[in-house]
């Protein structure tokens, strides 16, 4: 199997020099940078608000990093230690150096990573394919996730054609003129393209490789399993998965879950209803006593 990595060097030269510049353009406020040592690689992390209390750990969708949090975060660190992390594998300052083949392995990078960084209890947020990695983390490791919020997670239903056009539409739109992107961002259901600053580093990124396994589907079986308190956010209109068969699924599955359908909503939920998003983050915070 093999990792995710640059082409070459000119490509990472381009992606460090955009990263470190959306970096300084969005970040609100102060953050420590940390590198952690993994058996999959080496994971940069985030980290800002207060030094003590259960932290908010921040996981982001395929492609991202956490500068997709950026609006988030100030509001998040008032109150609460936040750490954001560059997902091992995919575009941003981490650096992977061994395969991941599986669900089984990226959980156990998450723990590896939450046990390096000293966290024993997190509240652990995951956007799309971060939610299933959070998932996938809290059936094979529980006990350290006190808490989950998954935002129109991956893993909860079988992939269509629907999802992956969406994927390509909302590519050629971010490539469009400014000018017009509010109009193609209205056509394609897909808010993130009016990140100026985000779609600039996702321009930068067309050097990188990604090669991570597929969120597959988790089964009845591993459903059943969760047992944290969770929130499942889910867009109406996601372009992921049906979003009513999917509420439907985990009511009868994990009843103790707290699932909430966001109207007018697509997969790119934490933009299209940040108020939402962040609302449910806050409220699983404050539930877990934190």
Not at 149 to 165: E, H, M, S
Not at 176 to 198: C, D, F, H, I, Q
Request: aromatic content about 6%.
């Amino acid at each position: 199997m093999r990792i995710s990595e640059f082409t070459d060097g000119t490509a990472e030269a381009r992606f460090r020099t955009a990263y470190e510049h959306a970096l300084s353009r969005l970040w609100p406020g102060p953050r420590t940078a940390l590198d952690v040592p993994t058996r999959f690689g080496t994971t940069r992390v985030q980290r800002t608000g207060p030094a003590h209390g259960r932290p908010v750990v921040l996981l982001p969708g395929s492609g991202g990093n956490a500068l997709m949090w950026h609006a988030y975060v100030e509001r998040l660190a008032e109150h609460h230690p936040v750490i954001a992390v560059d997902t091992v594998g995919e575009p941003g300052a981490s650096v992977q150096t061994a395969p991941i083949g599986d669900g089984d392995d990226a959980a156990d990078w998450l723990e590896e990573l939450l046990a390096a960084l000293d966290v024993p209890a997190a509240h652990v947020v995951g956007c799309s394919y971060g939610g299933w990695i959070a998932l996938r983390h809290q059936i094979r490791h529980p006990g350290r996730t006190t808490g989950l919020t998954l935002v129109d997670p991956a893993g909860l239903a079988d992939v269509g054609r629907r999802f992956y056009a969406w994927i390509i539409l909302g590519g050629l739109a971010a490539l469009a003129p400014r000018a017009l992107r509010p109009r193609l961002a209205r056509a394609v259901g897909n808010s993130a393209v009016l990140e100026t600053e985000l779609m600039t580093l996702m321009r930068a990124s067309t050097g990188f490789r990604r090669r991570l396994p597929p969120a597959t589907t988790l089964d009845d079986v591993e459903l059943g399993r969760l047992s944290t308190p969770a929130l499942f956010l889910l867009g109406e209109r996601s372009a992921l998965h049906d979003a009513r068969a999917v509420s439907e699924r985990l009511h009868r599955l994990v009843p103790t879950a707290r699932v909430e359908v966001v109207p007018g909503a697509g997969h790119a939920l934490p933009t299209d209803d940040p108020a939402a998003v962040l609302a449910g983050i806050l409220s699983m915070q404050t539930a877990q006593g934190s």
